[in-house]
């Protein structure tokens, strides 16, 4: 089976960090591109942090720009996003979604993680 | 960046009936090499992550029901479902992977 499992959500305070990770299995991780996309309580989508299957091309949205890192380590079949000085506005569900071979769309989703910025 | 607003934010229809949501992009998402316009529909139920219903516009995902079409070119797209089903309540986001992924601000399909 398809799957995607992320983990290392949790409260932190303002200014704080933490690393997410995006467990894949059931297909060949190492061939795709890979997605953050997040979703604040309420709100719609938003996309994060895309990487290419062999970490060649990395983009962020620009409300994460240079506080957000993502990375894969294709041996390890995982995802992460390190994210720094984290503000209130980055609460959200946090999901890894695989990018389609066929059409760049986002085809596979985890359940998605909760991060929570509050002092 | 290609800006995607979705038009209605809510919309209320009754068991049967026809359901129409609308995006429209910025820019155009078509790509003039392939003649394919980049833009995905998902659909979110509540405590559910999305799921993929429609690439390149009008192509069905695998599995997705034959109520669920998807039309349109350049900028201005529709995902139509033919006969609402209890079921099919939820938001509905689209997507262009023309550049660097951009959704709609969603929108939210009741029942009437």
């Known amino acids: 089976e398809v799957q995607l499992v992320e983990s290392g959500g949790g409260l932190v305070k303002p200014g704080g960090s933490l690393r997410l990770s995006c467990a894949a299995s059931g297909f060949t991780f190492s061939s795709y591109s890979m997605n953050w996309v997040r979703q604040a309580p309420g709100k719609g989508l938003e996309w994060v942090s895309s990487i290419s299957s062999s970490s060649s091309y990395i983009y962020y949205a620009d409300s994460v720009k240079g506080r957000f890192t993502i990375s894969r380590d294709n041996a390890k079949n995982s995802l992460y996003l390190q994210m720094n000085s984290l503000r209130a506005e980055d609460t959200a569900v946090y999901y890894c979604?695989?990018?389609?071979?066929?059409?760049?769309?986002?085809?596979?989703w985890g359940q998605g993680t909760t991060v929570t910025v509050s002092s | 960046d290609i800006v995607m607003t979705q038009s209605p934010d809510s919309l209320a229809v009754s068991l049967g009936e026809r359901a129409t949501i609308n995006c429209k992009s910025s820019?155009?998402?078509?790509?003039?090499?392939?003649?394919?316009?980049?833009l995905a529909w998902y659909q979110q139920k509540p405590g559910q992550p999305p799921k993929l219903l429609i690439y390149?516009?009008?192509t069905r995902e695998s599995g997705v029901p034959d109520r669920f079409s998807g039309s349109g070119s350049g900028t201005d797209f529709t995902l139509t479902i033919s006969s609402l089903q209890a079921e099919d309540v939820a938001v509905y986001y689209c997507?262009?992977?023309?550049?660097?992924?951009?959704f709609g601000q969603g929108t939210r399909l009741e029942i009437k």
């Open positions: 390149w516009a009008s």
């Open positions: 997507q262009q992977y023309y550049s660097t992924p951009c």
């Open positions: 820019q155009s998402v078509l790509y003039s090499s392939n003649n394919k316009n980049y």
């Open positions: 979604a695989r990018q389609s071979l066929i059409h760049y769309g986002m085809d596979v």
